[in-house]
DNA sequence: GAGCACTGC
């Protein structure tokens, strides 16, 4: 493309792309981004042997066409709503392979079958299963990462069906099930479904598991895949299929049971990670269904580009003087770079001559209102061009209509936890460079709706170097949730065969945690007040704090807390721009102690506002105090859950410090129990230093703590940016801390 | 004195 010239002194030289991914001609090896190309055939089926010296596959014989002259770049990405529903059906891609997909996982223990967004694999690979009887007297559960995924899947292949949710197809979700006697298909979260495997380890309810954007190779992901291989021994005996790799994971369920009836698995998954899942389950099939994508043309930089948000302001400014309409999407790695960005764009985007195209900038990440997420769903008005600047949450959570270029900066952040053997390892949030997946992933969002064109502000030689695929979570994320369910089920991860194993200082830290909790004795078993906080939905260390509020009479208190730290939002709202504001009226809240009764005094003030006045007053308040409603929200579903388990476990959730004089005292107390490991002391110097761990921690600038120096403190967790900080924190006496019976017990 | 991608029970 060479250098296009836009506003002066402002221009970017970019380089096509050598291997353009948007040739008809050229055909991809399968294993490179062949999905961004629409090529002749729509199936594949071939074993993964063959296919890693091959990029040619024995051709599915149910296809009839022959070579297509054209590629299908026409056909509409997303089919009219008005035609009947089994047609929309039939033109889905995958529907030319419908039979071969059946008799292969007829065939097959375990099948791997690979297909892009758009061939229509996680609604109609079920359906198809059921109609040719696989589901047995049992039931087709499909996994998901995410929630909505979960739920909208439902109600789309319940229509398909047409029944309604909850008959023939349900969902299971948190805090919401559509399901019964009936359900046949079942949309879950991973989450749900290991939750699922606490009561019942061979999942017998299921004849066939259909694990869903394996390739994200989430933490639960990675749980159930280990666990549906031991599965697969037990209940189909020593098939082919649970060959053992390592000679481990072999316990009571290797013994071969005629009475149980077998199980059928299906990875879905990316191209990248096909021939990995083949190998881990001893070369299981593999089934190629092509995806419906138009071309997108790639341009790289020709150098690289150290200040990714001045070259993403110029590139767009490129884009939007020379190009045609369409709207812009770019990707980068935080709210502080979009909110830098959004005020750039926004100063050029007045100099601009009067007939060039107006500019809406929309900015979209995850803690952003609803309502301005909203936003970038309305249709873009005539001289008018849409850019939209993204975290990653456009990359798969939410897709954008209207999008024709996608400016990638390549970067992107990741929390990483950083492991200490003591136990009190702590959390990185930084910026990196994306991985290959990624820059594939992000250049697809340009061509959903017709040819789209791709800017990476990064060279070819970059995009060469990154990682081919992100590393699992269960390398990077905190495994001591994990470990404690493993435990229920009598496993560990040293016995289990994983795709791939968790970091041995990981599982020492998790181990040293949920001893220090009580809920692993010296001999690592499982005690009984391990179970029961198993039982709850929650981190390790705030499962042990509600245990512990029944001791100290506060649980009432202790649910309220807990709820709102394990929410998925922030409980206050913190813009750049009203800072200071902000933070004045968070003082209104600020308990002397620190930041965890201050979220009692917000809820206590929340619910008097709710229940004196109506919702609309309850919404100002909360825009007025910057109190995030969608977090108490969210705090109050997971606060009634809570109080369900405590039911259930003999908890008297009632019990409440309210009045006393020693309320406060109380709840520390037992907020003190869960985080044991999370404390510091006052140094000479000024610095707090962890109790149980070797660094040296600052209270985070956002606490009602900061810059205060008390004697002792407790956190929620630690996050290491430009320092290891301390959130969520409360002072407490240093006598709680050695009240703490793990300190009892060492001295006595 | 400062910042936080995403998801799950």
Known sequence: MGKISALKGISNTFQKHQASYSSPRKRPHKRDHAWLDVSDDDLEVRSAKK?????????????AHGPRKKPRVSAPAHLPGREPIQMQRQQLPIYAGKDAVIDVIRQNDVTVLIGETGSGKTTQVPQYLLEAGLAGSGMIAVTQPRRVAATSLASRVATE???????????????????????????????????????????????????????????????LIANLKTILQARNGSASAARDRKGKGKGKAQEPSGKLNPLKVVIMSATLEAEKFSKYFGGAKVVYVKGRQHPVTIYHTATSQPDYVDAALRTFFQVHIDQGPGDVLIFLPGQEDIESLEKSIDLYAKQLPKESLGV?????????????????????????????????????????????????????????????????GFDTLLTRDITQSSAVQRAGRAGREGKGYCFRLYTEESFKKMPATAEPEIRRCTLTSSLLQLRCLGQNFEELDFMDQPDEGSVASALKTLFLLGALDHTKSLTPLGRQMAAFPLEPPLARALVASAEWGCTAELLTIVSVL????????????????????RKKFRHASGDHMTVLNVVKAYEDVSQSEGKKARKDWCRRMFVNERCLAEAANIRA????????????????????QDAEARVLRAMVAGLVQNAACLQPDGSYKQLMGPSVVKIHPSSSLADKKVPAIIYDELVFTTQIYARGVSAVPRSFIAEVPVFKRRSG
């Open 566 to 585: 394990s929410a998925s939002s922030k409980l206050f709202v913190d813009t750049h721009d009203a800072r200071e504001e902000a933070a004045d009226a």
């Open 161 to 223: 069906q047409q029944t309604s949710v909850g008959s023939v197809v349900g969902y299971s979700v948190r805090f919401d099930e559509a399901s019964s006697s009936d359900t046949k298909i079942k949309y879950l979260t991973d989450g749900m479904i290991v939750r699922e495997l606490l009561g019942d380890p061979l999942l017998s309810r299921y004849s066939v598991v259909i694990v869903d954007e394996a390739h994200e190779r989430t933490l639960r992901t990675d749980l």
């Open 51 to 63: 296919q890693a010296s091959s990029s040619k596959g024995m051709h599915n014989q149910n296809h």
């Open 641 to 660: 859950q809570l109080r369900d388990v405590c039911e259930k476990t003999g908890v008297d959730w009632k019990a409440s410090a309210e009045g006393g």
């Open 360 to 424: 809406i900038i929309l900015p979209l990440y995850a803690s952003l209102q609803p309502a301005q997420q909203a936003k970038i769903f309305a249709s873009t008005p005539p001289g008018m061009r849409k850019v939209i600047l993204a975290t990653n949450i456009a990359e798969t959570s939410i897709t954008i209509p209207g999008v024709k270029y996608v400016i990638d900066t390549g970067k992107c952040k990741e929390k990483r936890y950083v492991a200490k053997t003591t136990g009190t």
